[in-house]
């Protein structure tokens, strides 16, 4: 054996030997968590928002020591001050720069625009702390590998950047003055999920809001509210205590409906119940909430909860009971209007309301879960909402580690969500290469999303094949596990051409509701030419005039979500002078500027609505 191969076979056992690490620290984090709090926003908190010091650490030197090892002290964790003038401390946070959280580094520091390592951030707060209470530290998002810290002592970790996690920190928390370190990794990983290979910005950092609630020490921790599967006038739900404790009492209210019902919690703390009423139904017409009041002796918690049926029926789906159409859009979690990502109730007003004006009554929240206030404001401005993990493109398959990432993700996404009324589609992937390893993967995510919650529709993006003579056909064997068939496809602008469109027929042998998940192509806003030249705004609303005009072929056809509404960043889009590392299919502008196409789906969605009238 040459030398050069020996080195090759030990590169090769390095990276073996990290990626093994990486995820034994994964399942080692996802086992640390306290579960997730329900609706947070209701509790007693007060915002950990603001400014938080942080320091850029590429060799993770906070870390590991020389040897490679974690550090069991002087880690900067620590947050160490000098004694003395002769103490060796290499690290400050208090004369480190501050970045506004929420917020991703990209943004924030022209240093870390494409940076993908370890950042780790610091906040001083103070607490008065009340007798009997649990203090709980929640964050929305942290992008990627995060592990957290209070007043120098490990309280947990979490993996995944777009749902939400916290740690009870009541044991470690001081009378006055405290602080919190986080240790946040960005790096892709081979076995993550999302992977290596994604069309999106990797942004770095605390993406949304941190929280520090103060419970009571028994607290109502989860808890579901909805229509009882296949019935219209029954309300029926369970909630969860954060301990096993029998015969607590608890009230739940809504008081538009007149309903009051005392319950009390069985041996594990848990309690299901049902409600005879008939509520008026939630539609994207009238977004019809009702105020919910969950008590118990410690606390009171407030919520509102909109009721409506969703389901299928052939190829059609039936919202309530009637046909529906989905006039949708795709959209990220990017900040119109600035850099960045989105994550304020003013980001998510301003993104719907342009689904909203473009005729819209859903949007597909691709490809990972967005955040809270996103589908909040969805479903208080009527629109139905498509909820999506990042499994994306070719995730290692045969990984079962990577399988529990997926899953884990899954979880927490129903977890914080299932009250939302406004969301009817769970979906598990997309544009996934096929083969049996990632078919088992997707029937198993599918089937834990069923057990979750079986009242709402399950879908992914799949993708169709060209066949002779123009005839794309759907050939997938996740048909069986999903409710609605989705595909992406991009006539026009990656195969074939927009007058081939006149030509395309489609195959889809499935008796089930077809949503085009994806179709659209590129234009750089105020471009101008012909329909021929690409990246001018004519070409892509001819695109969108022949997409529409062969999909209407589509005998099954029950909605669209073009890509995409808006501008965002993408590593994979380079073309100086036109994409600048900006995906261009947005039908508007980073700046909020509707480009020709916009009009040509708000005329589409206007004929829609009168047919499904």
């Known amino acids: 054996m040459d030398i050069r191969r020996k080195m090759n076979i030990s590169k090769r056992s390095m990276r073996m030997m990290i990626g093994l690490l990486w995820l034994a620290l994964s399942m080692q984090a996802m086992e640390k968590q306290t579960p997730l709090v329900s609706n947070i926003y209701a509790r007693d908190y007060q915002s950990l928002n603001g400014k938080w010091n942080y320091i850029i650490d590429p060799l993770e030197n906070g870390y590991y020591d020389y040897r490679l090892e974690p550090f069991q002290k002087s880690g900067f964790f620590e947050n160490r001050k000098m ?221 509102r909860i909109g009721f409506r049926t969703i389901e299928t029926q052939g190829t059609s789906i039936l919202l309530n009971g009637k046909p529906v159409f989905l006039r949708g859009i795709s959209i990220h979690e990017e900040a119109p209007f600035r850099e960045g990502r989105a994550w304020s109730e003013e980001d998510a007003v301003t993104l719907l309301s342009w689904a909203k004006e473009m005729g819209c009554n859903y949007v597909r929240l691709a490809h990972y879960p967005h955040n809270e206030k996103m589908v909040r404001k ?101 048909n069986e596990y999903v409710d609605v068939v989705s595909f992406n496809q991009y006539i026009g602008w990656y195969r074939a051409t927009v007058e081939d469109c006149k030509k395309m027929k489609w195959d889809i042998p499935y008796q089930k509701p077809v949503i085009i998940s994806e179709f659209g192509g590129g234009a750089q806003q105020g471009l101008f030419g012909t329909k021929e030249e690409r990246w001018t705004e004519e070409y892509q609303e001819e695109l969108y005039i022949q997409n529409l005009a062969m999909l209407d072929k589509i005998d099954a056809l029950a909605g669209l979500s073009p890509w995409i509404l808006m501008d965002f960043k993408s590593p994979r889009r380079q073309l100086p002078g036109i994409q600048d590392f900006y995906n261009r299919k947005g039908l508007i502008s980073k700046w909020g500027i509707r480009k020709k196409a916009f009009y040509v789906m708000q005329h589409y969605y206007e004929n829609k609505k009168e047919q499904y009238k």
């Open 83 to 303: 004694k003395h003038p002769g103490e060796l401390i290499e690290y400050d946070f208090d004369t480190s720069p501050a970045m506004d959280i929420p917020s991703d580094w990209n943004s924030k520091d022209e240093k870390l625009y494409v940076y993908e390592g370890t950042v780790w951030f610091r906040r001083n707060f103070t607490v008065h702390k009340e007798p009997g209470k649990r203090y709980v530290l929640y964050f929305g998002a942290v992008n990627y590998d995060t592990k957290v810290y209070v007043n120098g002592k490990k309280v947990g970790e979490h993996i995944g950047g777009y749902t939400p996690f916290n740690f009870d920190v009541s044991d470690v928390l001081n009378e006055g003055e405290n602080f919190v370190v986080l240790k946040v990794d960005n790096k892709r990983h081979k076995d993550a999920v999302p992977t290596v290979n994604m069309d999106w910005w990797n942004y770095g950092g605390i993406t949304r809001d941190v929280l520090l609630a103060a419970l009571p020490a028994t607290y109502v921790e989860d808890y579901l509210i909805q229509l009882k599967k296949d019935e219209k006038n029954t309300i029926s739900g369970w909630l969860r205590l954060n301990h096993a404790v029998e015969g607590e009492k608890v009230i739940v209210e809504i008081p538009g409906l007149k309903l009051r019902k005392e319950l009390v919690t069985g041996a594990g703390g848990e309690v299901a119940f049902e409600y005879k009423a008939k509520p008026e139904l939630w539609t994207p017409e009238d977004p019809r909430l009702y105020e919910v009041q969950i008590r118990t002796d410690h606390e009171c918690i407030h919520d």
């Open 378 to 478: 969805a479903e208080e401005m009527g629109l139905m909402v498509w909820s999506e993990i990042p499994v994306y493109w070719t995730i290692s398959w045969d990984n079962p580690d990577t399988y529990q990432n997926a899953k884990n993700q899954l979880h927490d996404m129903i977890c914080r969500d299932k009250n939302r009324c406004a969301i009817v589609i769970w979906s598990i992937a997309n544009e996934t290469p096929h083969g049996e390893a990632r078919d088992n993967f997707l029937r198993n995510l599918s089937q834990y999303a069923r057990s979750m919650d079986n009242t709402r529709l399950i879908s992914m993006a799949m993708e169709v094949t060209k066949a002779p003579d123009y005839v794309n056909r759907l050939q997938d064997n996740m």
